[in-house]
């Protein structure tokens, strides 16, 4: 009961499910209400959820995802975690902390939530939009990473034992390690496709499969020395590959925050909230330099590749905050002896600020660059050949409609059109969208229809309509009124012409009318009237036959 009064008040203020974990994790432990009783059987139930965790990270790992990650990715992430580590570590040392404490806990402050950030993405309708790609590719960077430092980890702890006398070598640990990888190179070639597609035909079977594979692999990895950690998510790259991949995760999903719940009571359970009081002026330091100093090194790449300051801005605020793999880090820490329960309040409380903020910064994301825009030249090129900004128009090209969003609607009014004689243009902010309209022999062009810069550089003048198809984000923090936006931005840019909106239902279409818009579409009722006056021999069909429409690309 606790768990869900304190999830629906994260939820009344839009906080990922994370921070309401952390929160009844403290609640429960014994420095609030002392609820925490059944101490084995959390800590099992813990486990189980780490091993599950790693195992989704591990069922997104796929080759071909991997290999097309680019160079700004990988660079843009390497070069996040280098310079979050060392001045990490240095501003630990500034604060009295131990070289070993300020390494984990600088360490620590590289990893990201890719949880969080997809979700965040994902409601924004942003996940497939240029600085969308590049932050989920240098995410997955980062998760690269977690993985090397948790076996580092392990290789250490191992090591420890050993001098001891206790444990197994490492050359023995490091012989299991390639076992288990060759053990899942072979799953993966001989049986993971047909064994899925058989498991397939009964999906409870196949989840009941999966959460056995990850179980077996954790237990497996822990006891061979590499830790449940990496057991698990060797567990999920045994089935990155097959087609079933995002059933399992999504089908799992749920059990996964169940079960992490158990991790952060668990981790509520040992820690003591004065603690936390102790570490405030440190986690209050650590915090801003997550929140400012990560997306300014990002930018900073992204500028210097060649990115536009808008991008590198946007990718940029992905990395202002910490994961719960952070968390996870540093209770190993903890469970080695190289540091104590202080280092991890430290942590928590350093997650539990740049969680909390970040999800407002990234939400207000477009709004936060309006007002820090004539600051962020110093982060841009001259030219910015790494945007696809080839094929981009002039302003004086002659175009009669510009089309923004395209989407399937949006592609069959371009595509109708041009039939017709008309000059069309079409705009989007994800580059496969645009890559798909040219090769359907139609000019498109690279951009944000928030962006005021690359609005006033569009061919306005000569146009007669401006059509938006741009999907109406959900209700609530998430909201961006791009469609409001892009009128005001292109009345302002001289646009003389009339304004189409699509929109969903009765009550946006009177929004967009009270903006300024002349028309509003709605595909849903305006399917209907054409297809009811067909059926009543009122209007004839028209025979144009025009090729199919693909879906829109969606990233895995």
Not at 24 to 47: M, T, Y
Not at 363 to 384: I, Q
């Amino acid at each position: 009961m606790l768990a869900a009064v304190v999830g629906f008040i994260g939820i009344v203020l839009r906080q990922p499910l994370i921070v309401s974990f952390i929160a009844v994790g403290l609640l429960a432990g014994p420095s609030a209400f002392g609820l925490v009783q059944s101490a084995e059987q959390i800590d099992l139930l813990s486990e189980l959820g780490i091993a599950l965790l790693l195992f989704l990270v591990g069922i997104k790992l796929d080759v071909k995802l991997i290999r097309s990650l680019g160079t700004v990715s990988l660079l843009t992430g390497l070069g996040q975690v280098l310079f979050t580590s060392i001045f990490g570590y240095l501003i630990g040392l500034a604060l009295g902390l131990g070289h070993v404490t300020s390494l984990y806990v600088a360490v620590a402050l590289t990893f990201s939530s890719t949880i969080i950030i997809v979700k965040l993405l994902s409601d924004k309708r942003e996940i497939d939009s240029l600085h969308g790609q590049i932050a989920l590719g240098f995410l997955i960077v980062q998760d690269l990473v977690v993985v090397l430092a948790m076996i580092v980890l392990s290789a250490i702890g191992i090591g420890a034992s050993e001098a001891h006398g206790e444990g197994q070598s490492i050359p023995m640990v490091l012989l299991s390690g390639g076992a288990m990888v060759a053990l899942v190179i072979l799953f993966v070639r001989y049986l993971a496709d047909p064994l899925t597609r058989r498991l397939a035909q009964a999906p409870e079977l196949m989840m009941i499969f999966a959460i056995a594979q990850a179980a077996i692999f954790a237990a497996v990895g822990e006891l061979v020395g590499l830790g449940k950690e990496v057991g698990g998510l060797l567990a999920g790259v045994s089935l990155a590959s097959t087609p079933y991949r995002e059933t399992i995760a999504a089908r799992l999903a749920p059990l996964r925050d169940f079960l992490l719940l158990f991790f952060f009571i668990a981790l509520g359970a040992g820690l003591d909230l004065s603690l936390l009081g102790t570490h405030v002026t440190g986690a209050l330091v650590f915090s801003v330099f997550v929140l400012i100093g990560n997306p300014l090194i990002v930018l900073t790449i992204m500028g210097t590749m060649g990115y536009r300051k808008r991008t590198g801005f946007l990718a940029g605020l992905t990395v202002a905050q910490i994961s719960e793999f952070s968390l996870i880090f540093v209770a190993m820490g903890v469970s080695l002896g190289h540091v104590t329960q202080d280092a991890l309040g430290l942590v928590t409380l350093v997650g539990l600020v740049t969680i909390a903020a970040s999800t407002y910064m990234i939400t207000y994301s477009h709004h936060l660059y309006d007002r820090l825009e004539p600051l962020l030249g110093l982060f841009e090129r001259k030219e910015t050949p790494r945007e696809p900004h080839d094929g981009a128009p002039q302003a004086n090209a002659g175009y009669d409609i510009l089309i923004f969003g395209l989407g399937r609607f949006g592609t069959a009014i371009g595509m109708r059109l041009k039939n017709r004689g008309f000059r069309i243009l079409g705009i989007d902010f994800n580059p496969a969208a645009v890559q798909r309209w040219r090769e359907l022999g139609l000019d498109a062009a690279f951009g944000d229809a928030g962006d005021p810069e690359f609005v006033s550089e569009l061919p306005l003048v000569s146009a007669k309509w401006l059509v938006s198809t741009v999907p109406v984000h959900l209700p609530g923090l998430n909201a961006e009124d791009v469609q409001r936006t892009l009128i005001q931005l292109s009345r302002l840019s001289g646009f003389t012409g009339r304004v189409a909106v699509a929109a969903r239902g009765d009550g946006e279409g009177q929004d967009f009318s009270n903006a300024g818009a002349d028309l509003i579409l709605e595909p849903f009722q305006d399917a209907a009237d054409r297809a009811v006056d067909i059926l009543c021999g009122q209007e004839e069909r028209e025979r144009t036959r025009f090729p199919a429409i693909p879906e829109e690309p969606i990233l895995n």
